[in-house]
């Protein structure tokens, strides 16, 4: 698969700073907190800038905060400088209209297919493909019964070896992670599969993992359910890619 530089923590929001175990394992905290006008939306102006900040990041697992950051996806590979092919993860198509010169969670997809160094998209697990979304330059596979042997019959048509994978985790079953949005029905073990089976056959330039949930009173001396089971996901998909 390639070598990864290490994990980092991109604290956003500060939903990842109660996962201890985590936070263990990360080389780098980077405290982006202080930076007013990300959340849910942003300049594209903003976002390219945030990306020369970011350049510590590549070719790393970075652990970006909840769902509400997932348009960061989009500065960290505006960095990449040679050709590759982008896999999501998500249970929404991130592909909404936005203003000229803006940019959101919900559709910085769109905007991804337009980099030039972006060879294919393939966004796996969303509970619906609306009309406005076609674009063929991105192929997008809804949850199903069948969705595990679609996934890998679309990985293996892949023609580019190279390949950078974001993870929203609102595409999981409540299961196995809480988020903030509205969220699929993906087994956590179906995710895992797909990601060993890519490890195997490609070879991984980075990866992102968002989906945690709202922040909490530091004062808390319980460690609610949402972040337990989140930090639990964030481990099995961080032991899943660095595993030899």
């Known amino acids: 698969?390639?070598?990864?530089?290490?994990?980092?923590?991109?604290?956003?929001?500060n939903t990842l700073i109660y996962e201890s175990e985590l936070i263990?394992?990360?080389?780098?905290v980077l405290d982006f907190t202080n930076?007013?006008?990300?959340?849910?939306?942003s300049s594209l102006d903003k976002l390219q800038k945030l990306s020369k900040k970011l350049l510590p990041t590549m070719k790393s697992i970075n652990f970006i905060g909840s769902g509400d950051y997932h348009h960061i996806t989009y500065s960290i590979i505006s960095n990449i400088p040679y050709e590759f092919s982008l896999i999501v993860f998500d249970n929404h198509c991130d592909c909404n209209d936005m203003p000229n010169g803006t940019i959101s969670c919900g559709s910085w997809i769109t905007q991804a297919s337009k980099l030039p160094n972006i060879y294919k998209i393939l966004v796996l697990g969303v509970s619906k493909i609306n009309a406005k979304c076609l674009n063929k330059n991105i192929t997008f596979l809804e949850y199903n019964e069948n969705f595990l042997k679609k996934a890998l019959s679309l990985l293996k048509s892949f023609s580019i070896s190279k390949v950078y994978?974001?993870?929203?985790?609102?595409?999981?079953d409540p299961?196995?992670?809480?988020?903030?949005?509205?969220q699929g029905k993906m087994k956590l073990s179906e995710l895992l599969y797909i990601l060993n089976y890519i490890?195997?056959?490609?070879?991984?330039?980075?990866?992102?993992?968002?989906?945690?949930?709202?922040?909490?009173?530091?004062?808390s001396l319980i460690l609610p359910r949402e972040i337990k089971l989140n930090q639990e996901a964030n481990l099995k998909i961080l032991n899943s890619i660095m595993m030899n």
């Open 1 to 13: 698969m390639g070598r990864l530089n290490g994990v980092n923590i991109i604290n956003f929001d």
């Open 165 to 172: 994978i974001s993870i929203d985790k609102d595409v999981l």
């Open 24 to 28: 263990a394992k990360a080389g780098k």
């Open 175 to 182: 299961k196995y992670a809480i988020t903030n949005w509205d």
């Open 35 to 41: 930076i007013s006008g990300l959340k849910l939306f």
């Open 199 to 219: 490890k195997e056959k490609y070879t991984i330039i980075g990866i992102d993992v968002s989906g945690e949930s709202k922040p909490y009173n530091p004062l």
